[in-house]
């Protein structure tokens, strides 16, 4: 069943109580244990290997290998096993947000994965790396994986539905840093109070302005979700941390 939440901007003083506020929402629909449907696996999967297929194409341009030096210059933190990158070998490892670092602008760099256009511009694929390091970190399973990145693109596409950011002059991974969030929430099972903590954490470390996307100002377009998706694994780490 679907649920239509009214969203507004709420001033300060209007004291608004989390359990109304879009984080909570979007916390309570990340911690819900539903089942994934056999049809959506089947597209989740699709879409794991468009993602590898577009970044194995942009693994020898200067973003992409510059971003994979950035992440293996970092060793693995040493609460897991760390997560693969692409264009190395399987057991050359980083931290879980440098493997979403590196893989994301690999993925992102040629704009040739999944788009999702209404009332804002998406590429819920941008989802996929970050969830996937923190899966490979942590040695979670393909069904937990598959949740995680269910909930990235039903978070995702919902918030791009119904919020316009470019007509505001913010750029569109605003709404991929919530996402993420929530997705790897899924994916580690973690309680409706965390994950709303780091969504509201990924959402405010991921607003930027649409003019890095315009003339030459600067290289960020093919970075900015590859930060998002960073930002996300972090913002997870801080709130599961208390």
Same mark, same amino acid.
Not at 64 to 85: E, F, I, N
Not at 198 to 205: E, F, S
């Given at each position: 069943m679907t649920i239509t %939440?009214?969203? &507004?901007?709420? &001033?300060s003083d209007e004291n608004l109580a989390r359990e109304g506020q879009l984080a909570w929402h979007i916390a309570e629909v990340a911690a819900d244990p539903i089942a994934v449907e056999s049809e959506v696996v089947d597209m989740i999967i699709?879409?794991?290997?468009?993602?590898?297929?577009?970044?194995? /194409? =942009?693994?020898?341009? &200067?973003?992409? =290998?510059?971003?994979? +030096?950035? /992440?293996?210059? %970092?060793?693995?933190?040493? =609460?897991?096993?760390?997560?693969?990158?692409f264009g190395c070998a399987n057991e050359r490892r980083t931290s879980p947000e440098w493997a979403a670092w590196a893989n994301g602008v690999a993925v992102r760099e040629l704009d040739y994965h999944d788009t999702f256009l209404a009332a804002e511009y998406s590429h819920p694929g941008d989802n996929i790396p970050p969830i996937l390091a923190v899966a490979q970190h942590v040695g979670a399973d393909g069904a937990a994986l598959v949740r995680g990145i269910?909930?990235? #693109?039903?978070? +995702?596409? #919902?918030?791009? &539905?119904?919020?316009?950011?470019?007509? %505001?002059?913010?750029?569109?991974?605003? %709404?991929?840093?919530? =996402? /993420?969030?929530?997705?790897?929430? !899924?994916?580690?099972?973690?309680?409706?109070?965390?994950? #709303?903590?780091?969504?509201? +954490?990924?959402?405010? $470390? !991921? $607003?930027a302005t649409r003019q890095s996307r315009k003339g030459e100002i600067s290289t960020w377009k093919a970075h900015a979700p590859a930060f998002a998706g960073k930002m996300a694994v972090e913002a997870v780490d801080r709130a599961m941390r208390g």
């Open positions: %939440h009214h969203v &507004r901007v709420h &001033r699709n879409r794991v290997i468009d993602n590898a297929s577009v970044a194995a /194409a =942009s693994l020898t341009r &200067r973003p992409v =290998s510059a971003a994979r +030096q950035q /992440a293996l210059d %970092h060793a693995v933190s040493v =609460s897991g096993a760390g997560a693969t990158v269910a909930t990235g #693109y039903e978070i +995702q596409m #919902y918030l791009v &539905r119904a919020i316009s950011l470019h007509k %505001h002059k913010i750029d569109h991974v605003a %709404h991929l840093g919530p =996402s /993420a969030a929530a997705g790897i929430g !899924t994916l580690l099972g973690l309680d409706v109070e965390t994950i #709303y903590q780091a969504v509201g +954490q990924a959402l405010h $470390t !991921t $607003t």
